[in-house]
Structures are given as C-alpha cells and as structure tokens.
C-alpha cells in the first residue's frame, strides 16, 4: 500500500498502513524525508499520527532499556518542554486513563530516543533557527472550481492554482526562504530576491529558484510529478533523493516517478502532451494597446481587471513581461500609462486618464 494514496484519518488507518509500520520500526532515511513531508502538508493530521505511533509500540509491546526512575524523570522532562495543550491531552478520563496514558508515555519516550524532529511537520512549521511557527501564520488556499484562479503571495509573486489544487504558504514572508507547499498544479512567477531563495514542496518533489517562472504538478492521484521552467533556472530534486538535485533552464522539464523516484530530465515535451498556457504564453509587447494586453491577462489569469475602454483605448505597452509575477505585469502597464491600480474583492480596478 502506498503512502500516499490512501486516506490516513484515523488510528486505524495507520495501523493497516504497511508504509507507516515500515517507518515506525525501520526509520529508514528515505523514509523519514517522505513522511516529514506528508505531516507537512497534513498538519491538522499530526495528533491522529502521533497518536497511532504511541499505540503501534504498545501493541507491539515495546519495551524501553531505561530504569523506571529514569522513564519518570524523562516523562517530566518532555512534558515540561511541551505547549501546555499537549500536555492537558496526557490527562485521560477512566476507565481508559491508565491504558491510554500509557500509551502516550510511550510513545514520548520513543519519540524521544528517536528524534523528536519526525514527529513535527519540519521546515512547514519552523523558523531557520527551529522555532515554532505557529498555525495561525499560515494562509491555506484551496481552489474547488472548474477553471485556474490566481494567488497572489505576500512578496508578490503570484500562483496560477489549477483546478482541484491547493497551496499553503506563510502569510508573511519574512523568513530567509519564501516556502510554499503545493498539492496538485500551479504556474509560479517568482519575484528576484537572491537573498530570500523561493521554494516549492510537493509529496514527491522541491523544487528551489531564486526568481523565475515555472510549472509544478504534483497530484495525489497521479503517478508522475513534473516541473517546467518557462524562465530562469530552477533546482529540482526528488524527496526521495534530495542529494541528487537536477538543475533545469529555459525550456526543460524534469519528471519524478511517484514509487521510484528516478529524475527523468528533456529538453520539451513531445507534441501530443497538453500545453499549460501560461508556460507556453508570451507577453512580450511592441507598442500593443494596452487595452489588448489587460484582456490577454485577464483571459491568461482568470482574474478580473476593471478599466475604462474608452478612456485607455489609444495607450500603448511596449516591453517583455515573461518573468514578471501578474501583480508586476500590471503595475508596470500602469507606470508607462501614468495610471493607477487597486485590488478591490479578488479584481484590479485599473485608474486612469486619457493617452490622447
């Protein structure tokens, strides 16, 4: 049974998982990366897991090789490093209290032996210096409609979240790295900043640029993941091999086979594989009515913009905009017309005067 296929909500599920019993007896380091990351991308799923790893030992009737003295002064040593909510969750009613509380033990002390680190969703919910990021931070966007809808990021870049796909990232982007976490399909346009690098975690693969567009699809239900990079240069590598990164450009795409992992690198799709419009769009622009070019954005990014067609139609764009986020596409438009823009419900409500 896979890992990820299946719908892992309750203890039981867990139990019957071959994947997990796997990693909770072998912790085998291709493993651990792989299941960091589904915690990442399922932190509302955390307590149930860790709950399945306290009772999976005392089913399996684990034994610690500490002293009874020790096991106390340990317990009281997790439990005082823990937020005062997990710990108040130790505190079961009878007649299930003395079972169950010895199961949460347990697992502590296993979790502790083992590396506390596996039982966090990692890098989603800490700072670089390890600190606890709390929940509240991070912004979840879920797109349920039939057609792509833009996101736009707290450092401006911007996400063309394809149907049936949802992205979670930090509501502000402070950090030294700009880290999103993506299930399903999203066309990236990443702003420059070569001091914060930009990442993309998926179930299977990450992919890191300092400022670029590119193409990531990564779902659930399919067996291949795969980035395309429209501009720039992207870093790529398999969570099941992250020493083996892959380094992509203009025009080159790597595939990820979701059960082996291997990197399958070429320079262009054949021809019969479905283009995603973004990537194989050009806005590059000779003195083009803007009026033109605010329709091909609005066709481009399913996002409205509201202007006056009468009043732009004798203002002209001239300039190459395939690297630039939407929000930039739009803000340059508006800085040669001398106008103004504003986000007003999810559309951009261009104000401006007359080019005669």
Sequence with gaps: MGLLDEDLSSVDDFLGNEAFRTWVTERRPEDQALWQTWLTLHPERKEIY????????????KTVAITQEEIRDKTADILDQLPAS???????????????SAAAVVGLLVWWQLGKTVFQPTAVNQTGDGKTIP??????????????????LPDQSSVLLSSGSQLRFRKQMTAGLREVFLEGEGFFEVTKNPARPFVVYTH?????????????????REKTAF??????????SAVKSPEKPVL???????????QSGPVVKRKSPPAEEPAFAPVTQHYVFRYKPVTE????????????IQYERDVLKNCTFTGQLNDVPFLEKVRLICLTIESTYELVDNRVIIHSRSCD
């Design 135 to 152: 929940a509240e931070i991070w912004q979840l966007v879920k797109n349920t409609s039939d057609k792509s809808r833009v996101v736009l």
């Design 50 to 61: 860790e709950e399945a790893v306290a009772t999976f030992w005392v089913i399996r009737g």
């Design 227 to 236: 980035v395309k990079v429209k501009t720039g240069n992207v870093m790529v």
């Design 293 to 304: 070019i605010f329709d091909q954005l609005e066709a481009g990014y399913h996002m409205p």
């Design 86 to 100: 997990s710990a108040r969750r130790l505190l079961f009613p009878k007649p299930w209290g003395q079972w169950l």
């Design 248 to 258: 992509l450009t203009v025009n080159e795409e790597v595939k990820v086979n979701a």
């Design 204 to 220: 299977n693969l990450t992919t890191k640029v300092l400022g670029t567009s590119f193409l990531v699809r990564s779902f659930d």
